[in-house]
């Protein structure tokens, strides 16, 4: 988009130079019509370099709205995947494994302790000699239930595959397995899916985007295939919720 605007601010000038050497040099029958059609081209280059601004300021404002979206259903995918891997040990890659297990999961709350036993072995081997050993002790003291404490009474988890703006009825992509056999998963969406609607230039120079702030590369993800974490590729300026 510079390159149009340097472009069209060089051409503004250079009629406005033509501008000034008819006023010297064209005779004056024909200047006023000639001057008529020069300001009018500068007015529309005007027009043009204001409009092709603004509508990357309205991108940008319509992008962050979207983003924000989008990163909090990814962030519910990954809360509701954290509990979903420490009560059944692996990630799911199926969203309607996840709903269910939201739905319906009681979750132990436990309190580990440590007591001393009888080590029956080492006594034997002590000839009688009562030898102790100490060993760890897990209560379950209560339950939880997942869908009220991530969803606070909501329903909200019925619908996070839905990435919910942009292109009609998109969905999340949701992988999951292993990585030297620790468990990994990743959430994403295409950029284009979410800004579909908006100017393709537009659309494409974002998807190339690896700033700091906002989100780096084509897709808005949380989770990784590629290395352990659960982390979104956004900026902190993005999430409303971290």
């Known amino acids: 988009m510079l390159n149009v605007i340097i472009a069209i601010v060089v051409i503004i000038l250079l009629t406005i130079g033509i501008v000034w050497l008819i006023d010297k040099f064209v005779p004056k029958k024909i200047k006023p019509v000639i001057n008529i059609l020069l300001w009018a081209l500068i007015i529309y280059l005007a027009y043009m370099t204001f409009m092709s601004v603004y509508k990357e300021i309205q991108f940008n404002q319509l992008k962050v709205k979207r983003y924000q979206a989008v990163i909090e259903r990814l962030i519910d995918i990954r809360d509701a995947q954290l509990v979903y891997k420490e009560v059944n040990g692996e990630y799911t890659d199926k969203f309607e ?65 839905n990435v919910g703006v942009g292109k009609p009825g998109a969905i999340f992509d949701l992988k999951a397995g292993k990585l030297d056999e620790i468990p990994v998963f990743e959430a994403s969406v295409d950029k284009a899916i979410v800004l579909d609607g908006e100017e393709k230039y537009l659309i494409e120079k974002e998807k190339q985007a690896f700033s700091i702030a906002g989100v780096k590369g084509p897709t808005i993800k949380i989770g990784s295939m590629e290395e352990v974490s659960t982390s979104g590729n956004w900026g902190k300026d993005l999430s409303t919720k971290e």
């Open 97 to 161: 494994n996840l709903i269910k297990f939201v739905d319906t999961a009681q979750v132990p709350i436990t309190q580990r302790r440590d007591t001393l036993v009888l080590d029956e072995e080492r006594t034997r081997a002590f000839g009688g000699v009562e030898t102790m050993k100490t060993i760890t002790l897990i209560d379950t003291l209560s339950y939880y239930s997942v869908k009220d404490s991530l969803f606070k009474g909501t329903d909200r988890y019925k619908t996070m595959m």
